[in-house]
């Protein structure tokens, strides 16, 4: 069973929204804090956001701040990333990223995750 998950990537058109999904599985979700990274073309992977193990603190990247939300469901096991007013140069690969540490509050530095998903491709474009 693969730990994560992640879905609802595509084709949006600049000001447009999408919103994205990570499922979790294996090791006590609701322990661990989670973040979303995104690597675009011929760039290093960075950091987008992150929600601590319990939901109650988020923190985001300045590029999105203000247009992008973070949240989790620790019944479901899931994370999502609310994109809206999406730009170009949002246009990615998405990953969702579980951190190491339990009752953790999230980080920006990848280091601090140890489990990856596979990636959905977001691609804003008129």
């Known amino acids: 069973q693969v730990p994560l998950v992640e879905s609802g990537g595509g084709l949006v058109q600049p000001g447009g929204s999408l919103r994205l999904s990570c499922a979790a599985s294996g090791r006590t979700f609701s322990n661990y804090a989670m973040g979303w990274f995104r690597q675009a073309p011929g760039k290093e992977r960075e950091f987008v956001a992150s929600i601590n193990w319990s939901g109650g603190s988020s923190y985001y990247a300045r590029s999105v701040q203000g247009r992008f939300t973070i949240s989790r469901d620790n019944v479901k096991n899931t994370v999502a990333l609310q994109m809206n007013s999406l730009k170009p140069e949002d246009t990615a690969v998405y990953f969702c990223?579980?951190?190491?540490?339990?009752?953790?509050?999230?980080?920006?530095?990848?280091?601090?995750?140890?489990?990856w998903g596979q990636g959905t491709q977001v691609t804003v474009s008129s």
């Open positions: 990223a579980r951190s190491k540490f339990q009752r953790g509050l999230g980080s920006s530095l990848q280091s601090e995750y140890d489990t």
